[in-house]
């Protein structure tokens, strides 16, 4: 006798429910162990059937017997009274070339892509690379054996050598998808498996290195935020561009699909913990949007490249490379360290001659910065490509950074002093669980601040909240901090007998008086209901734009000064970007209020309840 479980309604009056298949054949079921969900109702949506495609033609629907349970056909007769059973997904095929990826048709055995490896192209590319290794190896040995023709064998020897192991190396790498996890498989001395779960996977980067856009391959790297810096987790080094872009949607999208649903508390918000009983109802995830692209980085921008020191000083960084490498290699080009020495003696007494080579610096550095403006950011797109952003730089390594909006918290604009001068700045992504977040989370370079603001609310939302100014006390602490040294080192050199050092000092300490007005006026903070702002910083400043839901915590922090001038520190516990934004010299009830409206549930237990006035007195403002 069977009996309905309780959520299922009574068969009608004479009817009854099936609940093996004519014969008592049960083959028919499912062999996983254990059946699939049904949807309310006891109907399964059209065109699947036990959680896999079947064939009913969309809009039909399965005949059923009962009001709640479909009625399960009968298995079609099998000859030799052998057993049916739901057929196998069609093996993976094995006469694909390497590096070729799976073909369109392919879906079998749950895995997304096959075991492959990597494009045999990039046996091409690993001589050139492990060149400059071999370079002083290979020196060694000709000078060793006086260039004879058994020394050059023996370099011969040494080529070959590592060709060779380039070539097994190829040969015993392997990458995968399967289920929810990528796999790369190494075994050239022993096995190495590097499992990645998809649901850590935060990025995915694609970046074409010049021999390899020849070649036409590419490098992958996946990151999961679990090394914590500019370190990738995983890496696929020559695989073909096509199947790079391939890798790249399936690992984010199955990404998606293996992430669990965030758990909610009883207002709907995010929480790091289980979902709070009595929680609302995750809203099903939004369709992806189409793909649009946001920005093109026009080729006027170049001119911005003098304007951020990153690209201004990259002149002087490249001659000093060049002083260094002289004294490193000068004894294998034919000088010794002391020649070197001698030379630079020299010209240490033609201070004319010194002075034009500084000039030249200084009048060559704002064009060197235009040009490593132009090769950094070469056609900078900012594009949105199913549910990630997806931004594409560069001349000569062309690199793709996808970041998934879901994991995007907000947005950080910089601007330097010359920057701010200009009106220009540039845009990074506060990313959940992103490495090397100032390369890897760009969304635009330098440009004007109205249209890269105007990016940043379009691409990831907006902030309108005007800043609170932060109360005169800051104002003092700013102004002391950027006197004091200069008055120390003044008053030291006064004492020391050096004149001239006393006066550069005294100079330097009046040049702190701007400075420490203009790090008081960008100091800021707000708070518009979704999204919270800090501002701090003069030469570099930088405001840092946050979702609410990003928060994990407070830090309220104060020093003995700060307590003497009634003001504090409060710091933005993030779980994305840098991990925490400071609100630098807040009034004292003004940065507890800040915490208390963006997060009114974690510390109002902690507040101390005010207490009522004296009768006859008034409660000060």
Known sequence: MTTDPPDRPSPPSGGTVPTEPPGGDRSAEPHDGARSAEPPGGIRPSGQRDGIPSAEPPGGALPIDHPTRPTVPDPPPVPNGGVPHRPAAPPPPTDLPPGAGPPPEWAGGGAEVRPSRLSPLILLIDPVRMAPSLLLPLAGVLFVGGFRPSSFLWALVAVVGSIGFAALRWATTTYQVVADRLEITRSLISRSVRSIPLDRIRGVDISTPPMHRLLGLAVVKIDTGASGGDKQEGELNGVSVAEAAHLRTILLSRSRTARPAPAQDAAGRETAGPAVPGAPAQAPAPAPEPDRVYVRVPRSWFRYGPLSATYLLAPFALFGGAIGLAFQWGENLGFGERAAWQFAEWLWHRPVLLALIALALVVVSPLGACVMY?????????????????????????????????????????????????????LWAIVTGLGDSRTRGQLLPTGPRDFVLGIAAEAVGPFTAPLAPHPPQARRRRLFRAVFPGLVLALAAVILDWLWLGAAALVIAAL???????????????????????RSGSLPRSQAVVERRAVVGWTIRQTWFQRRAKVLTVIVGVGAGSGGYHAIDTGESQGIDFATTVTPDWLTPFLAPSEPPAPGTTRAP
């Open 374 to 426: 132009a090769v950094f950011n070469w056609n900078f797109t900012l594009r949105r490509h199913d549910a990630s952003l997806l931004a594409e730089r560069g001349l000569i390594n062309r690199r793709s950074v996808s970041l998934e909006h879901a994991r995007i918290r907000g947005y950080e604009f910089a601007e330097g002093l010359l920057e701010r001068t200009a009106k220009v700045g540039r």
């Open 512 to 534: 702190g008086i701007p400075l420490g007005l203009d790090r008081y006026r960008s100091l800021g903070h707000a708070y518009d209901g979704t999204r919270l702002s800090v």
